[in-house]
Structures are given as structure tokens and as C-alpha cells.
């Protein structure tokens, strides 16, 4: 069965660099009409779409954060890894990565990781 | 890069009762490409409905997606407990993919 799960320091300290993983199963970034994506949602507020990586290598970012953001993949691995640079107190937020397929269109997030809260605070 | 805007923040309705949640673009959404997130307290969202109308695998009919074009709209038809929660509509571009800020479905 498809499963995902973010992994990442729990704590970070203002301007440091957050790096998350995703580590997924059951399915393979390497097959077409595949994406990952890195949401996060910060406390008590709205989802926010960050980044997205898909079967090919494209990759596509935010554009109100796309200057922070890197995101990457290893096939190998069924890892997709997210870097986020200089981080603020107002970053504090649940990180979640999740899949999306094409069929006929991109066809939403199906499968979802359960979520890595990440509090920034020196 | 689109903006989606849900309407309204709450919706307080009663076990049994239809709840309409409206979900509006800033500009066309091409072929349909919007998808509907229901989220419990606590938990990752569910997918609901992609393609403005086609119910995700294991989603009961009592949740229907409507619309095109700028305006959209998710319908439950008969509210049940597992339903009051936060909804999310999202854009499927062909590159960034954005979503609404959120309706709440609270119990009156």
C-alpha cells in the first residue's frame, strides 16, 4: 500500500536552514504522471502549497517562497527532500508531503504523509 | 498564479442538513483542474473531489463537486458527524498549485 512519512528536526533556530525528507512506499517516483509535494499548514491556519517534484525532474516552487525553497529527489531512495533557508519564528508550521497522479489531468493529493511539526524559536 | 477565494469562513449547520461551500478564482480554472480537501482537527486532508466533480476512491455521494470556469461549489447533501471539519479547495495548474483559505463546518 502507499504510505509517506516526513522526517526532520523537530526544533530550529531563526535563520537556520530546515531540511525535510519524505520517505515514501508503495509507489515510484521514476513512473510517469507521478509528483510529490511539500504542503505545510502553520498552526490553527490554511494549507500552503510549497514545492513539487515530478516523475521527470521538473520542479516547480511557490512563488512567494521559491527564493528559499529547494526541492529534490532520489529514486533510489523513494526519498524527496526539502530544503528551506533562512527560517523565522512565523515558518512554525506542520510540514507534510503527499502524492498526486495524472490521469487526464492531476487528479489531487491521494495519499498524504502524517505530518512533521516544525517549531522555529532561538 | 491563480487565487482562490472560499466562502463563507463558517458554515454552522445541524447533523442531517446541506452544506454548499463556494470556492471562487481569481481567474479561469483550464479544464476543470480544482480539487476539494475535507480536514479533521488533528489530521493530514482528505481528498474529496478532483476535476472540479469526480468523488476520489471511497468517497460517499453524499459529497458532490459543481462548477466551471471562476466559480465552484462543494454540496454534502446530509451532514453526517465525520463531516464537520475544515474544507479546502485547491488549484491544479500546470505548474504551482494553490489553495483556498478554508471553510469551517461547525456543528449549530
Known amino acids: 500500500q502507499v504510505t509517506l512519512r516526513e522526517s526532520g528536526p523537530a526544533l530550529v533556530k531563526p535563520t537556520q536552514t530546515l531540511t525535510l525528507t519524505c520517505t515514501f512506499s508503495?509507489?515510484?517516483?521514476?513512473?510517469?504522471?507521478?509528483?510529490v509535494s511539500w504542503i505545510r499548514q502553520p498552526p490553527g491556519k490554511a494549507l500552503e502549497w510549497l514545492a513539487r517534484?515530478?516523475?521527470?525532474?521538473?520542479?516547480y516552487y511557490s512563488t512567494s517562497l521559491e527564493t528559499r525553497l529547494t526541492i529534490s529527489k532520489d529514486t533510489s531512495k523513494n526519498q524527496v527532500v526539502l530544503t528551506m533557508t533562512n527560517m523565522d519564528p512565523v515558518d512554525t508550521a506542520t510540514f507534510y508531503c503527499a502524492r498526486m497522479l495524472w490521469s487526464s489531468g492531476w487528479t489531487g493529493f491521494d495519499y498524504w504523509g502524517p505530518g512533521a511539526l516544525v517549531t522555529v524559536t532561538s | 498564479e491563480i487565487v482562490l477565494t472560499q466562502s463563507p469562513g463558517t458554515l454552522s449547520l445541524s447533523p442531517g442538513e446541506r452544506a454548499t461551500l463556494s470556492c471562487r478564482a481569481s481567474q479561469t480554472v483550464a479544464s476543470n483542474f480544482l480539487a476539494w480537501y475535507r480536514q479533521k482537527p488533528g489530521q493530514a486532508p482528505r481528498l474529496l473531489i478532483y476535476?472540479?466533480?469526480t468523488r476520489a476512491t471511497g468517497i460517499p455521494d453524499r459529497f458532490s463537486g459543481s462548477g466551471s470556469g471562476t466559480d465552484f461549489t462543494l454540496t454534502i447533501s446530509r451532514l453526517e458527524p465525520e463531516d464537520f471539519a475544515v474544507y479546502y479547495c485547491?488549484?491544479?495548474?500546470?505548474?504551482?498549485?494553490?489553495f483556498g483559505q478554508g471553510t469551517t463546518v461547525d456543528i449549530k
Open positions: 485547491q488549484h491544479l495548474g500546470s505548474s504551482r498549485w494553490t
Open positions: 517534484i515530478d516523475w521527470e525532474g521538473d520542479k
Open positions: 476535476g472540479a466533480s
Open positions: 508503495g509507489f515510484s517516483l521514476s513512473t510517469g504522471g507521478t509528483s
